[in-house]
């Protein structure tokens, strides 16, 4: 895989150090990859993890408000979508002003690793390897378990945004990890669509086959479809990708399905986002490995870590 080409201006090299030195959050610990292919961090409480998404080294080719293509966190168009109040649109909110400032100050924010499952003793979400995503609730519900996913002094958890979707698929392309093609027109073969060469023919457990992994991500094309915070007009939320019930070129990864937000639907499930908080001091580590100092956070690689991800 080739590595992934820096886009920077005079503003940004002094930021550097950012996105290239992805910060641990009190309670997560580092598990494998690198910065720029798919660093993985896991919360030691539940085994949640996450991957980080490097948004200071993308390309400024985003929309936040719609009309000006000028963010490196932003929407982007990729097949024949129309930004509009009336079509598709996401308004400028408070929690996705504060993700852009926090992506401002650390280069990028974290992705759940796999579609959300919850626990089998309770209803506690969880992004681990193995089991089911969690399908067959309405926006409104995916929202509130998102909340409620992460929330402490370091962190805070949301209902993935249009704009961080989008985000991490134009890394994809610009990692040289998939093909513009791959991601915007034909998404089968990495995939859990019902005319993919590997397809399950229904819904598998997340994680489940290394070729449906890109970035250390799992399943992003194909399984299930994604609720994000995307809106269509004023009634709708925007679903991304496809399912298993959908092939992979009319469903590519970036599709967008507007849907009624009371609608719910088997064939979709939710990932959450981390923002990384403005007001973090620095961790009492409880383990010995190699220490990175940044000013609010530090980067943990324990020694003899698996690195295999």
């Not at 961090?41 to 719609?66: C, M, R």
């Amino acid at each position: 895989m080739q590595r992934l080409k820096v886009f920077e201006t005079k503003n940004s090299r002094s930021k550097e150090i950012n996105y290239k030195n992805p910060p641990m959050p009190r309670g997560f610990s580092y598990v494998c990859g690198e910065w720029d292919n798919g660093y993985v961090i896991e919360n030691q409480f539940d085994g949640s993890q996450f991957v980080w998404v490097p948004v200071g080294a993308l390309e400024p080719n985003g929309t936040l408000d719609g009309n000006f293509f000028t963010e490196k966190l932003g929407r982007r168009y990729w097949i024949d979508e129309k930004f509009s109040p009336e079509t598709y649109n996401e308004p400028l909110t408070a929690e996705l002003s504060w993700q852009k400032k926090s992506v401002q100050k650390y280069g990028g924010f974290y992705i759940s690793r796999y579609c959300i499952s919850k626990s089998d003793y309770s209803y506690k979400p969880m992004s681990v390897k193995g089991k089911i995503p969690w399908t067959s609730m309405d926006f409104a519900h995916a929202k509130m378990v998102a909340e409620w996913f992460e929330s402490s002094s370091d962190i805070s958890s949301h209902l993935m945004y249009g704009a961080e979707y989008d985000t991490v698929m134009e890394w994809l392309i610009e990692s040289g990890a998939k093909t513009r093609r791959e991601v915007v027109q034909y998404s089968s073969a990495w995939g859990n669509y019902w005319n993919s060469s590997n397809s399950a023919k229904s819904i598998a457990t997340v994680g489940s086959k290394e070729e449906w992994c890109v970035n250390n991500i799992f399943d992003l094309a194909g399984n299930v479809k994604e609720w994000t915070q995307e809106r269509f007009g004023d009634e709708k939320y925007v679903l991304r990708g496809g399912s298993n019930y959908d092939d992979g070129i009319s469903h590519p990864v970036v599709k967008r399905t507007p849907i009624g937000n009371n609608y719910v639907y088997y064939g979709a499930s939710f990932r959450v986002t981390l923002c990384l908080k403005w007001n973090i001091t620095k961790l009492n580590m409880q383990r010995q490995g190699t220490f990175d100092w940044s000013p609010c956070f530090c980067n943990i690689k324990i020694k003899n870590a698996q690195q295999k991800c």
